[in-house]
């Protein structure tokens, strides 16, 4: 078991280091070069390389998550996580929602709806998917990783698949895919896209499905890996726009 969890943990941070291979230098000269490219004949594809765009302060937010869902994965009887439970039992034993169902979804149907309707999107069609397409991989890879590792019990008693949550591990891959996509064009976006993130592990609790320990980790990796999916996306596809070299924006 103990095995399992360090490749685990291997594998974590193997991800969150794949898209800063480059120095620092190189970083640096990529930041203030303007990047050009040679065109194709109209109607042909192109493809340019751009930037790394990394940048370590990223990482505390989905570390600290991750970390404090693996400490907070305790299962004596005065845990953390256990006193919740207890309070959840004792206060909302009824409770029941199918919600989080769809919200952990929400986000990324956002994207693609509001960039239909006249608000672009910082990404196109096919560099935004393909991104999502990756870090959704990753994420799923990780989550199923993690739950058949660590086999945990759920908090109902149902399956060994308590940690971590995937549908958090969604919430929050999607949140930041909203995020990412308009949070520069609206200041406003980030904190609903978290809000509606933060609601679904709250509502993964209260249906009595995963502990905060599972919600935090959950978290966690849905942030560092639609993360990692935007820094090494570093190849954008396109069309020919005009005469025989252009910008990519």
């Known amino acids: 078991m103990f095995l399992k969890q360090w490749n685990l943990i291997k594998l974590i941070l193997c991800v969150s280091v794949f898209g800063v291979s480059e120095t620092s230098a190189q970083w640096r000269q990529y ?89 672009k999107a910082k990404h196109d069609f096919v560099n935004r998917s393909a991104i999502l397409f990756k870090g959704e991989l990753m994420m799923s890879a990780i989550v199923f990783t993690a739950k058949s590792s660590f086999h945990n019990l759920r908090p109902d008693g149902s399956t060994y698949n308590s940690f971590p949550s995937g549908h958090t591990a969604q919430a929050f891959a999607a949140a930041t895919f909203l995020a990412e996509e308009y949070g520069s064009t609206y200041k406003w976006m980030p904190y609903v896209a978290y809000s509606a993130a933060t609601c679904v592990g709250g509502m993964r609790m209260a249906n009595n499905r995963h502990y905060i320990s599972d919600v935090l980790f959950g978290a966690g990796i849905g942030i560092l890996t639609m993360k990692v999916a935007y820094w090494t996306h570093r190849f954008k596809w396109g069309k020919k726009r005009s005469s025989h070299s252009a910008d990519y924006n």
């Open 31 to 119: 930041a203030v070069e303007e990047h050009r490219i040679e065109m194709l004949p109209v109607g042909k594809s192109f493809y340019e390389q751009q930037p790394l765009n990394f940048r370590g302060g990223q990482l505390y937010a989905p570390i600290s998550l991750m970390l404090s869902g693996f400490l907070a994965n305790s299962n004596g009887p005065e845990s953390l996580k256990m006193e919740i439970v207890e309070e959840r039992n004792e206060h909302f034993a009824n409770f029941h929602t199918g919600i989080d169902n769809y919200l952990q979804y929400a986000p990324i149907a956002a994207v693609y709806t509001m960039d239909a309707y006249g608000y």
